[in-house]
């Protein structure tokens, strides 16, 4: 049997902290995988030198991953289409506006058999529908594509601190191997078939956290943060029914990348963070993107919008109060106190 080849295709704050879990794990199970991974790296400079260079001599992401050593192992890569070639495992984590982008550039150059996973939180939403970025880059590179979202928050799993995450993959094999290119013993995974659940928690989720964030700038307490989780999660299991059926199961709103990550994001997320200094600060959200996040991307506000667009071509937003009111306070100025009044 050959050995699987592994890339990644990202290399922001998630996207390090995984290089970091699967540089290890091709190492450690060599049965399985070829050691070396190529990772791309969007291009840009650091103090006057490329990202690349620093990551290739230094071992580390100094930009999106301080302090955080990598395995010699991982190779970045600034030109997307060498990074991939030939490639039987694909892993996505990019931020989401940019995955059709990057997925048109590697047509045609991944090996016959490959398989892919999104660890990806958003959805590609638009008026005339919603599509999954499994099924965005399905379709794009005629390859399956599995999904891995959980209580993940990048800077706590790269120090090792323990947590779990939820691998969606109906192919019952490749979920094992996913399973070994992931699971160690601080980052434990569970394998589920609902792949479309596991996204739909994670790209919902953001929106949720912006709601619990602005709650956190009221100076609101725990209760309120409660109240805002358990509403988000009745709006998460709602949409999943209401637009997706029985592809999504119930029982994956219990997983890590369902309840447990609601609660993590809603605590010590970026969306969370932004979204307070929002209401403290006065200042817009791109300021504030920008000010706090040193290059990070926010994906909360934008799948805001996005989910709130396609609800409104459906005349159905009043049934989902919480990701309308969160568009509401974003994009038309209504006052913060909105969170809790009108949900
Ligand atoms: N950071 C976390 O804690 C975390 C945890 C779990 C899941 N996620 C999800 O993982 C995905 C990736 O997030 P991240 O945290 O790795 O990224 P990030 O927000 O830390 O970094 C942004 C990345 O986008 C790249 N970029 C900037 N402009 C670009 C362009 N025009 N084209 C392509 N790339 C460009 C940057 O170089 C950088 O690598 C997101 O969907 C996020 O929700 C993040
Ligand atoms: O920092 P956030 O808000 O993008 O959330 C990070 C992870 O998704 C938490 O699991």
Known sequence: MSL?????IGSGNWGSAVAKLIGTNTQRHGDLFESTVRQWV??????????????????????????IKLPENIVAVPDVVESCKDATLVVFVVPHQFVRG?????????????RAISLIKG????????????????????????????????D???KEKFCESTIGCPNIQDGQIFHRLFDTNYFRINVIQDHVGVQLCGALKNVVAVGAGFTDGLGYGSNTKAAIIRRGLMEMRKFGQMFFGDMVQTETFFESCGAADLITTCSGGRNR???EAFVTTGKPIDVLEKELLNGQKLQGTLTAAEVNEFLSARKMVAEFPLFHTVYRIVYENAPVECIVRDI
């Open 4 to 8: 699987e080849k592994v890339c990644i």
């Open 42 to 67: 969007f291009e840009e400079k650091v103090n006057g030198e490329n990202l690349t260079d620093i990551i290739n001599r230094e071992h580390e992401n100094v930009k999106y991953l301080q302090g």
């Open 102 to 114: 990057v997925c048109e550039k590697m047509k045609g150059h991944l090996a016959p058999n490959a």
């Open 123 to 154: 959805l590609e939403i638009t008026s005339s529908g919603t599509r999954l970025f499994s099924e965005e880059i399905e379709r794009i590179l005629n390859i399956p594509c599995a999904a891995l979202s959980g209580a993940n928050i990048a």
């Open 156 to 158: 706590e799993v790269a």
């Open 273 to 275: 963070k932004v979204a």
